[in-house]
């Protein structure tokens, strides 16, 4: 039987991208995603819920993470659940983190707005090029290419 990991997030960047590079050169994006969920509890009043997701994005998707969102700009998101490991410096414990590993990017709103732009959505996938009107098959994911990427090599 096949498995399946993905995640599918639609929500607001909680602050800019923080953009690195691995020794070897290759970018690597961290952005914070909030989602919001509105609720009813058991008195009948409605509850706002926000949810936090940590998301990672390599390469290419990377480097328009950096250049396109900012704070508070609504995006599109699909991608996979990663938990990765290391060894804490200062107390020695293991610690752990699960994130999202992004494939498909789309820009939901104008650049530098928070999400209300005239531009429209635009959209981008691991793979392919930044223009949406000619897509390209997604023969390589960011973490295909090249050398294998470890977990020492993500400097977060």
Do not use: C
């Not at 691995?22 to 995603?33: C, D, E, N, R, S």
């Not at 990672?56 to 993470?65: F, K, T």
């Amino acid at each position: 039987m096949k498995s399946v990991n993905k995640v599918i997030l639609i929500g607001n960047l909680g602050k800019d991208p923080e953009v690195k590079f691995t020794p070897q050169g290759t970018p690597v994006a961290k952005i914070t995603i909030a989602t919001n969920e509105r609720f009813k509890d058991k008195d009948g009043q409605w509850q706002d819920r926000t949810e936090w997701h940590n998301v990672v994005l390599w390469q290419r998707l990377a480097e328009i993470a950096g250049e396109y969102l900012k704070k508070g700009g609504k995006v599109y998101i699909e991608g996979r659940l990663q938990t990765r490991s290391w060894d804490d410096k200062q107390t020695g414990q293991k610690k752990y983190m699960t994130e999202i590993v992004g494939s498909d990017l789309v820009l939901l709103g104008g650049r530098g707005e928070g999400g209300g732009g005239e531009s429209g959505a635009r959209g981008v996938s691991s793979g392919n090029n930044f223009d949406q009107r000619t897509p390209e098959p997604e023969h390589a994911t960011a973490s295909a290419s090249g050398s294998p990427i470890t977990d020492e090599d993500i400097p977060f």
